[in-house]
């Protein structure tokens, strides 16, 4: 698909080819906003926690509830997590939301009783308009409920959750049958366990990249503190591991190519940067390092996209591919921040005046930036941030769609906790740009 992107009076076609742009990109405002009050006063330390788009709305975690928008902003739904609680529930939460191209979005919520012990979990299937269609009790099982990740397959969907010392897969069909339930015991800490990449295959197999590190560490008095620890799984249709490959004691990111082999590239403070291909069959090669060996503090990463990676340094990106060659870099003076989200036509950045930035994946030049509310800030993230499905992990959400929508949880100058804004942009001159621009209040 080719997008006629007009940039400071250019035309940028983004089709493989190479792209020109001025220095200067052009600032988009939302085409909408949609502000949500909370649930229970304040919506705690992230104001949405997970969302999901498709090419017809998005599918909304807003911590207590959740709700879907359509691509112009008119919500469809609202469902609240305290539904599932039983008389004596106190503490409802959404854990995950998942959205499907008919519509229907798969929302796991669950309750907890007063001392914090967890009392019921359960998945909902809804219709396009909210009605629950099918409701599958999942019992009261500790586990790390709250990192699970959903994803789609056409028949139902599979839940990845975290328990402290594995992962836990979880298929459940569309009429709500629990088909496969497995459990990979995962080596290393086992306090904290993060899905920090997956993919589901065309098969029905996974791949999956975790971190486990340990929550706490005592400072004062000092405390041997157990190292983190990174692995690649390779888990079959029904749950049950094909194979791993141990990625070694740092917090690795993982990128998924289309043909089923993997990538894992040591970040943080480990120059120089190493990169080390798997094959789709589990094999492992020797680790390599990038850019010829040059010192670079990793800390963020997204891709691939047509064979591509950006990486964030800290002051600068860098364009590589998979055998750690440097095909363009970028000063973070003008276009700051790791990538948030990658998509075909490009990656999504933190921006130095913007809330966010397109980047192009030819060139790494600034097709186009983001601001919520229009008033020039500075926004730059530091964390690491990998692309799960098109998302980020982050508690700032971005998504970047094929057909040019981009969707955020971006805050404005004067939100409060109290509500959460969603807003949708459109990279110009794509299929997205043509709605219409309105404003709503939840």
């Known amino acids: ?20 742009t001025t220095a200067h990109a052009e600032r988009q405002t939302p ?36 709700a879907s928008l ?39 919520r669950n309750c907890y009783a007063p001392g914090g012990l967890p009392q019921h979990h359960e ?11 099918v409701t599958t009790d999942l019992g009261a099982t500790p586990a790390l409920w709250s990192r699970a990740m959903l994803v789609a397959r056409p028949s139902g969907v599979v839940a990845l959750v975290p328990h402290n010392n594995g992962l836990r897969w979880l298929r459940i069909g569309t009429g709500g049958d629990v088909i496969d339930d497995a459990f990979t015991e995962l080596v290393g800490p086992d306090e904290t366990v993060i899905i920090a990449n997956a993919r589901l295959w065309p098969n029905g197999r996974a791949s999956v990249g975790t971190w486990q ?6 400072i004062s008095p000092p405390t041997a503190c157990a190292q983190p620890a990174s692995t690649l799984l390779r888990l079959n249709t029904d749950g049950s591991e094909r194979w791993r490959v141990e990625a070694g004691a740092f917090l690795a990111f993982f990128g998924f190519e289309d043909d089923g082999s993997s990538v894992i590239a040591e970040s943080w403070n480990s120059p120089p940067l190493r990169l080390r291909q798997v094959s789709a069959t589990g094999v492992a090669g020797v680790a390599v390092d990038a ?34 060659t440097v095909l363009a870099r970028r000063n973070a003076d003008t276009a700051g921040g790791v990538a948030r989200a990658n998509g075909e036509i490009g990656f999504l950045t933190g921006a130095r005046h913007s809330d966010g930035a397109l980047v192009s994946a030819d060139d790494l030049s600034v097709l186009a930036e983001f601001d919520v509310d229009g008033i020039v800030s500075v926004s730059v993230s530091v964390s690491v941030s990998v692309s799960v ?12 769609l094929d057909d040019g929508s981009i969707y955020t949880n971006s805050r404005a100058q004067g939100d409060t906790l109290q509500r959460a804004r969603i807003s949708r942009f459109a990279v110009p001159g794509s299929p997205a740009a043509d709605i219409i621009f309105i404003s709503r209040f939840d």
């Open 1 to 20: 698909m080719t997008y006629r992107i007009a940039v400071a009076g250019f035309v940028v076609l983004l089709a493989g080819g190479v792209v020109c």
């Open 31 to 66: 085409q909408w906003s949609v502000m949500f009050d909370s649930a229970n006063g304040q919506f705690a330390t992230s104001v949405v926690v997970g969302t999901r788009a498709t090419s017809d709305g998005i599918t909304i975690n807003l911590l207590r509830s959740a």
């Open 70 to 108: 359509t691509t112009e902003g008119v919500r469809q739904w609202r469902m609240d997590a305290a539904d599932a609680c039983l008389p004596d529930g106190t503490n409802g939460y959404v854990d995950a939301v998942e959205r499907l191209p008919t519509g229907e979005s798969w929302v796991l």
């Open 123 to 133: 998945l909902v299937r809804l219709a396009a308009d909210g009605g629950v269609l």
């Open 213 to 218: 590190r340990v929550a706490n560490c005592n």
């Open 291 to 324: 850019a010829g060996g040059e010192r670079i503090y990793l800390t963020g990463a997204a891709g691939p996209v047509r064979g591509r990676y950006l990486a964030y340094s800290g002051t600068e990106h860098l364009l590589i591919d998979r055998h750690g």
């Open 389 to 400: 499905s098109g998302s980020s992990p982050a508690d700032e959400f971005w998504s970047l």
